[in-house]
């Protein structure tokens, strides 16, 4: 099962994607469960605030109508109102998300929380951040104080929401309002896991595909970063600005593995050119990752060149698939081969044009509503999704047309280097077998096989016979040793055998199988009998000798030896009847 897989991968991915959809379903059904459970009321704190911008008082009191505009470094918020709120339990809590801020949360100037605070004083980056604050049994009557202080430029364009509820009731209904969004990264993360859980096989079934790796990336890293840009990986840990390291990451290392997907399915300049493309990107990532390192630049500041080079790179796939369309056959391959690229056109399209119409959203959301905090990416979700969707659609039908390829590829090679009457290797694929040996394998062995008397069964019953003797021969020794690196016709009557690593230990067995079989094959053969003449070296047995010409050489000595030193046997048990 394993080789059939590792034969054709793209059973594997259609499984996968199988697979993927079911736990989708399954995780939407249990979603359906958790929002039919029954909630306490979530409220927004959004009306009766005093609200303070750099020490002066903004004329609105209520959060979404402030417009705060490009909110530079080191300018700062401070938010006042009193705790009136009805129907909250006593165990109540406040939520919010800290957009690059350093956040100071205080209940009539008593400090009780801060988030970004130590960061901030660092010079290092403060993240976008999921703010839990416990309220203490006391809060109703108590005058709340949220201080925010920017960390980056533009760091945020609007204020709020400000959350308070039960803590079950805050994450639920955060987790509700990204529900969409959180199912279509799961299905990419399962999807990408799964199909990267498959690669160790494949390499040790001798049969790494980039194309499949690098299709299981894109999807993983489309996951990652959608669960990123949601701050849902915040739910999982505690570990401080996590989110949006791996937010990040995932944006900046898209082009990388879209350009290694290409650079496997592409060929000739094209895939040279895309190979470039990856170098570079491994370049770009790491001269990101270093400046963030050594706080000279923070990683959030290369957001417009992450934009720039995904475009720019996905430039030439795209031209060369406009010019080829004009150059393919119209066979059904070529048509497929067609399509192929066209699915995968169309998806970055949807991916590109999901983009650009959620930025557009965001950019006019920032400049005109000041609502930052609740904008959401839904085109660019469901971009990623479909991207990710033809990705795996162009490897699966790639995949086809080069089977198809392979398989014509192959028929000619086996044509080219196959004895037509044996079906064994034939002289030309065992000289460049052995030409090779030296370097491919550090031990080997190497039997040199004459079978007796063929001459004289075409001299007396015909070529006919003696091309049933030989192939009957070519048989036995196929199945004798089905391990053998390679199994060959010289010419005439002359055949040979190599084994490598440990099989050259079981030579000795896999000869008396032999024998065996020929005494099996003699018994129901009435015009002649199988026998041979068996000479064998091994590489290093003498020194110097390591080549795999060289060895063969001394193992045909050997049989010529032991040929010389049999008595020759009968091998004819009558006479045809022509003859009588």
Known sequence: MSKLLKRYPQILQGALYVLSVALLTAAIFSGALLRRKEMHPVLELDAGW?????GSLLPEDTLTKIATGDVGKEESFTLTRVL???????????????????????????????SGTDRYAQGKMVGRLLCYVEMPADWEGRTLTIRLTAAENNAFYGLGPFLFGTEQDLYVHFLMERIPAFYIAIFLLVFGVLQLFWMPLLLREGGGNRKLLFSALTTLVLGIY????????????????????????????????????????????????YRAFVIFDCMFLALILLSHALNIIHITSFLLAGYAVSFLEASPFLVHSVRARGSRGSGYFDRLEWFADLVLEIGFFLYVIGSFTDAAIFTFIRLNG???????????????????????????????????????????????????????????????????????????????????????????????????????FAGALKECFPEAALTGRMGGDEFIVILQGNDCDRFDELLSAMWEKLSEMNRTEDHFQYNASVGQAQNGELKGLRSGHDVYLLADQRMYEAKRKRHEKLLFRKQPEAAV
């Open 50 to 54: 005093q609200v303070e911008r750099n």
């Open 84 to 114: 009136t709120e009805e129907n909250v339990w006593p165990s109540a809590a406040l939520f919010f998300r800290n957009l690059h801020t350093a956040a100071v949360v205080s209940l009539d100037d008593e400090v009780i929380y801060t």
């Open 226 to 273: 959608l669960l990123g840009y949601y701050n849902l990986f915040d739910l999982f840990t505690d570990t401080p600005g996590i989110n949006t390291m791996l937010e990040y990451i995932s944006l900046y290392a898209l082009p990388l593995v879209m350009s290694g997907y290409l650079s496997a399915v592409m060929e000739g300049r094209l895939a040279r050119l």
């Open 370 to 472: 000041g609502q930052e905090a609740t904008v959401r990416v839904p085109f660019l979700t469901a971009g990623s999704l479909l991207f990710s969707v033809t990705v795996s659609a162009h490897y699966f039908l790639i995949g086809i047309v080069n089977l198809r390829t392979e398989a014509t590829s192959q028929a000619l090679q086996s044509k080219a280097y196959s004895d037509p009457l044996t079906g064994l290797s034939n002289r030309g694929e065992c000289d460049l077998v052995l030409e090779s040996l030296e370097k491919q394998y550090p031990r080997f062995l190497i039997a040199s096989l004459d079978l007796d008397h063929l001459k004289e069964v075409n001299d007396t019953y015909g070529h006919a016979e003696g091309d049933r003797m030989l192939k009957g």
